[in-house]
């Protein structure tokens, strides 16, 4: 063997994310040698930043239907044997506290830097190693070894697994490296686009919906077939929230939206009703006992309706009522990958193994978590997403 292919480790992880951290900790408790490399400064950077600092580490009810893929059933080998309550298990033995805080969501009682921490400590306790601030090269594979190129010298090894993640969130040091390393070794990349991200108004729009910003309501947003219903928030460029954060994931570029502002709610037996029982109510504020008062005052003017309840006939209250119960609109666009929670697309998991994540035409490379083509809903799928990945190549690494 050449002096190029002298041995490092028995398995070069690229990525010190949440599936990187995993999959070194299983293989390191197989006795194997593991060297995290990374090109950030401080590891898990995502998990720490996650959950508004608190990280929502898994959710209760993961299942395949919450992710999306080119194939849908990629995921679901990983998920069956690594469960949220394997991660909770391990949580636990932390001592850990957490709590949930709505639809199966997981959460920290302190800091998220808490699981940073326990992953940390896991990777210590497995003998493995890490090395932050390394800028990472070319990846090459020569007589059975992977060789990683970088700026302390190359590092080689049998094994080498991609957690390099997507181009989400940029100031967290995310790139696109992990994608060109697989088409280097000839896999198929499904082209990234962010996801769980706002959508943004063009200017007319912006011109109704701007005096908004920071009003937020329970809402029902659908694209075609698919819907969710949590927040929406109303924001200088657009909408946010959990149900524009989810529908974002499937919402295609030309596509309208159609939202329930006042999910649960119907406006317009409502609005009969103030009618009659109130006739000299101002619409306004009868819409303002559904609506936030600034939104309600939007929908009036949009609308062109004002006034009385008793002046205004059925055919003005529908208008309105449509407006709130089914509003269609057409976003701009998203924020991008600046704020872009995750990456939708990735390596192809036509050329990976479901069961191991292993590169079917290329023994011994491995892709794990968000790099590939695998992403969840919001609400700690993608974490788990993570863990069932990373410890399904730790096992086999």
Known sequence: MSARNVLTADILVLGAGAAGLMCAIEAGKRGRRVIVLDQS?????????????????????????????ANPRFCVS????????????????HGIGWHEKTLGQLFCDGSSRQIVDMLLAECA??????????????????????????DAGPLSAPSLVVAT??????????????YDLAQRFGLTVVPPRP??????????????????????????????????????????RGLSGPSILQISSYWRSGEAIEVDLARGVGVLDAL???????????????????????????????????????????????AVAERVNRWRVVPSGTEGWRTAEVALGGVDTAGL????????????????????????????????????SGHAAGQVA
């Open 165 to 178: 993640g997507g181009p989400s969130i940029p100031k967290m040091g995310s790139s696109g490296y992990g």
């Open 353 to 388: 193994s479901s069961r191991t994540m292993e590169a079917t035409a290329v023994p011994g490379l491995y892709f794990i978590g968000e790099v590939v083509d695998v992403t969840g809903h919001l609400g700690g799928f993608n974490f788990q997403w993570a863990w069932a």
């Open 125 to 150: 306790a497995a003998g493995v190693e890490i090395r932050l601030g390394r800028k990472l090269g070319e990846a090459t594979k020569a007589d059975g070894v992977f060789t990683v190129a970088t």
């Open 78 to 93: 990983a998920l069956s044997r690594y469960r949220p309550h394997d991660f909770i298990a391990l949580v636990d033995s």
């Open 195 to 236: 996801g769980l991200v706002p959508l943004t108004f063009a200017p007319d729009l912006l011109a109704w919906s701007k005096e908004l910003a920071g009003v937020s309501v329970d809402a029902q947003v659908t694209v075609a077939q698919t819907r969710f219903a949590e927040g929406l928030l109303f924001t200088h």
């Open 272 to 318: 009969k009703q103030a009618r009659s029982e109130h006739p000299r109510r101002d619409l306004v504020t009868a819409l303002s006992a559904i609506l936030p008062k600034r939104l309600a005052e939007q929908v009036g003017a949009a609308t062109g309706t004002a006034g009385r309840l008793a002046d205004l006939g059925d055919a003005r209250l529908r």
């Open 41 to 69: 400064a401080k590891p898990a950077e995502k998990i720490r930043i996650s959950g508004g600092g608190r990280c929502n580490f898994t959710n209760l009810h993961a299942t395949p239907a919450n992710f999306l893929s």
